[in-house]
């Protein structure tokens, strides 16, 4: 079992429609990053946080550290926001430091 | 500023070849992190630099070398390619640990046949 799990896998939408990308983890972390990969294949972060919720215009990403989940909201979703989202946690290793463990990312595509 | 840039884009060498992947970055960051994007997998952290002139290994850094000889640049080196190396690599580079954001180049698109 990954240590980083993400679902769905794939997520069509209507433009307009809200939109919900889940993450789980099954180890303690510090933090949780969740990116975007454009169809051209760049990486951009969106958010990190280590607790409550961040909020950056349409996008809205929440953590609940105890029940190792993390959500990544889209409201009124548009086709320019299709792309894969990717969550990654920061897990502390035995020797103290910090690596990322990434999901295998969400596909989102927003119909017109 | 170019933020995190890669060079080559695209590469395509025969079993046994060897090339070098350079990623340099103009933003005084100490981090610096080789990963690889494989289809139906999450990113992979091949190699990462915690400082000019250090380095270490991540989570797949067979079949791979890599340098850190100035803070601003982060060399991935293939000695002897293999077809398991067709992937897409990128570069990233964060202030310090994994809580900072990280910033990532455009990709090396890398084919090995």
């Known amino acids: 079992k990954n240590e980083v799990e993400q679902s769905p896998q794939n997520l069509t939408a209507q433009e307009g429609e809200f939109i919900t990308i889940n993450c789980s983890y099954s180890v303690g972390i510090s933090a949780l990053h969740w990116l975007q990969q454009h169809p051209g294949g760049g990486i951009v972060s969106l958010f990190m946080l280590s607790s409550g919720k961040k909020k950056h215009g349409r996008l809205i990403a929440t953590i609940n550290i105890q029940e190792k989940h993390s959500s990544l909201h889209i409201t009124a979703s548009h086709p320019r926001d299709s792309a894969v989202y990717i969550c990654a946690a920061v897990i502390i290793t035995q020797g103290g430091s910090e690596k990322l463990v990434f999901g295998k990312g969400t596909k989102l595509t927003v119909n017109p | ?113």
């Open chain 2, 1 to 113: 500023n170019a933020g995190v840039t890669q060079t080559p884009k695209f590469r395509v060498l025969k079993t046994g070849q060897s090339m070098t992947l350079l990623c340099a970055q103009d933003m005084n960051h100490e981090y610096m992190y080789w990963y690889r994007q494989d289809p139906g997998m999450g990113l992979r952290l091949i190699h990462y630099s915690v400082g000019e002139g250090t380095t270490a290994k991540g989570e797949v850094p067979d079949g791979y070398n890599v340098s850190r000889l100035k803070k601003q640049n982060f060399l991935l080196g293939l000695e002897s390619a293999a077809p398991s190396q067709t992937s897409v690599y990128f570069c990233a580079s964060s202030y310090t640990s994994g809580r900072n954001e990280q910033y990532f180049g455009p990709g090396t698109r890398l084919t090995v046949t």
